[in-house]
């Protein structure tokens, strides 16, 4: 425990307190907030191998190993994705617990060594027997009051920091009620007929063209300057750019890639479920809607595909992915992957990948049938580990995303699949899960976190750039409008081949990383943090957004996510 406590001081000294210039202030806070936590575990773990009471002596020891075991794990955690370990990720990732081996083995040896170490001692804690008692109850006695007094001081002596999340304890960060709270029908029937119905369905183009939607995972702003970074690790991205309808304001859905997911190929706008922490399902709140992608492209005659090298049975994708009506479905255990090296979540190199892609697409396409594939990458995700030579890093690791990717642009033309018309999206699935650096919040100020790159080629397409605000899940209504005869999504979505949209301020949401229940507000012209707290739900945060428009959008919050869950939560309970 003690090594763990220093790890988690040194994590938060070296990721928040150096570069805030507030190290010590910062150290203290994570001190204080961990306090109670650890007192606790003192007493448990005393009281768990003294007292004569074997059931409670067994229970105490049990809990004192797994609370350990959570501190554990969310320090690294936060050290390789720079986050918080949360309830619902421990309940949906911990049923795939050969994956997760898998990649700690790749990723960090180190830090599955030290939780199989964890797991030895709590098999040893059920069945441990102390041969003699040392109970003092006057010692015990001491500690009571301890835990008392370090939980006040927890909670009124701590630094004021925007990134207050790294310093509270894992328990305080698991303990969101807001995100849940449901609003009322007093509420929502105050504003039932203010905006329009879901869904909202546009007359489309019917263009009947052959589509690519490639997602790169972790391809973020800040690796090129093409999308105003301040470094350029991307060329072959950034000359794809220069020929294509380049959008430099996306905004992605959430932090992670089953967000960027399910804002692409379902096109929901808002990802903040209204389920408990504890009873969350996988890819809620994006069930049980019948306008994603592959449905909307069916409905006018495409047949779709959807192509991965990465593990789909990971945190229920498989069964989503089957849901969102694809079909067909590849994944890891495709005979073409045979043979070549493994990273994370069991995936060949994007290479292979997008070879496998372009095969696809000659040995399918077919002008009387168009055909839609939606190609997600792998190799490019945390904790970066080139999969070739397996050098780490985070720029070499985006130099091959890169490279691999301009070379299946290429292979593409080659093929002639633009010269017949193919459409490709290039997006990305969310930004790169790791600290935003100092000269990158500098230049994207408090959009960092959710802005992400996105482009659109095809031979019919003139080249420009798109300054307005966009979203991830304007990505299926879009296609489906500019593909087949109709494009449907929630309401206000965003036109992506719309030449002219106006005067608009139009605003989009991005689910917090940090603290779920933080909602960020991205405006044409205007920003905000809305906390999630049902019909308290309200603005911490506003620039630019006028007090009617702020009352606007909490409606507008409150009508999207309890549609959303309504759709998840009738379809979940019908399986």
Not at 105 to 130: D, E, H, R, V, W
Not at 142 to 157: D, E, G, K
Not at 325 to 344: C, K, L, Q, T, W
Not at 412 to 440: N, P, Q, W
Request: contains cysteine; aromatic residues 14%; glycine residues 8%.
């Amino acid at each position: 425990m003690a090594a763990a406590f220093f790890w988690r001081l040194f994590l938060v000294y070296e990721l928040f307190g150096e570069p805030s210039g507030c190290g010590s202030c910062l150290v203290a806070s994570s001190a204080i907030s961990d306090a109670p936590f650890l007192i606790s575990w003192i007493a448990l773990s005393w009281f768990g191998f003294t007292t004569n009471f074997r059931l409670i002596s067994r229970l105490c020891r049990v809990i004192s190993v797994v609370s350990l075991l959570l501190y554990v794990a969310d320090i690294y955690v936060m050290s390789a994705f720079f986050t918080r370990l949360y309830v619902t990720w421990v309940i949906n990732v911990g049923a795939t617990p050969g994956i997760v081996f898998d990649y700690l083995k790749s990723s960090s040896p180190l830090a599955l060594a030290a939780f199989l170490f964890l797991f030895g001692m709590l098999i040893t804690a059920l069945f441990f027997k102390p041969k003699k008692h040392f109970f003092n109850p006057t010692a015990f006695y001491y500690l009571v009051p301890l835990v008392a007094v370090s939980s006040i001081a927890a909670t009124q002596f701590q630094t004021q920091y925007v990134h207050a999340w790294a310093t509270d304890n894992v328990f305080v960060t698991s303990q969101f009620s807001g995100v849940s709270s449901r609003y009322s029908d007093e509420y929502l029937g105050s504003f039932a007929n203010q905006f329009e119905s879901i869904p909202s369905c546009r007359e489309g183009l019917d263009k009947q063209q052959d589509v690519i939607v490639l997602i790169l995972e972790s391809w973020s702003a800040y690796h090129s300057d093409t999308w105003g970074g301040a470094i350029s690790w991307t060329p072959e991205l950034d000359s794809i750019s220069k020929k294509s309808m380049l959008f430099q304001r996306t905004i992605a859905g959430g932090f992670n890639t089953n967000q960027g997911l399910m804002s692409i190929i379902s096109g929901v706008p808002l990802l903040s479920p209204l389920t408990s922490l504890f009873s969350r399902k996988a890819f809620e709140p994006a069930w049980g809607w019948d306008y994603t992608l592959p449905k909307q492209l069916a409905s006018g005659g495409y047949r779709t595909a959807f192509l991965t090298s990465g593990d789909l049975s990971f945190h229920g994708k498989a069964a989503w992915i089957e849901h969102a009506a694809f079909d067909y479905i590849e994944g890891h255990d495709a005979s073409v992957y045979e043979g070549h090296p493994r990273r994370h979540f069991n995936a060949a190199p994007d290479d292979v990948l997008f070879s496998r892609a372009v095969d696809y697409w000659n040995d399918h396409s077919d002008v009387s049938e168009p055909l839609a594939i939606v190609v997600e990458s792998v190799s490019s995700h945390t904790p970066f580990i080139h999969p070739l030579t397996g050098e780490k890093g985070e720029e070499p690791v985006i130099r091959y995303m890169d490279e691999v990717t301009g070379s299946f642009f290429r292979s593409l033309e080659s093929a002639g699949y633009f010269s017949h018309g193919g459409l490709l999206l290039i997006a990305s699935d969310h930004r790169s899960m790791t600290v935003i650096r100092e000269e990158e919040g500098r230049l994207f100020g408090d959009w960092a976190p959710a802005l992400v790159p996105m482009l659109i080629y095809s031979e019919d397409i003139r080249p420009r750039t798109i300054g307005r605000v966009v979203h991830q899940s304007d990505i299926t209504p879009s296609l489906a409008g500019a593909l087949t005869e109709q494009g449907c999504g929630y309401p206000g979505w965003r036109n992506l081949f719309r030449e002219d949209p106006g005067e608009t301020n139009s605003c989009v949401f991005h689910a917090s990383g940090t603290d779920w229940e933080k909602l960020l507000v991205f405006c044409d012209r205007g920003y905000g943090v809305i906390k999630l707290d049902g019909d308290q739900s309200r603005f911490l945060v506003t620039d630019s957004i006028s007090a009617s428009d702020q009352q606007i959008l909490l409606k507008k919050v409150a009508y999207f996510r309890s549609e959303a869950q309504a759709n998840s939560e009738e379809y979940l309970s019908s399986q």
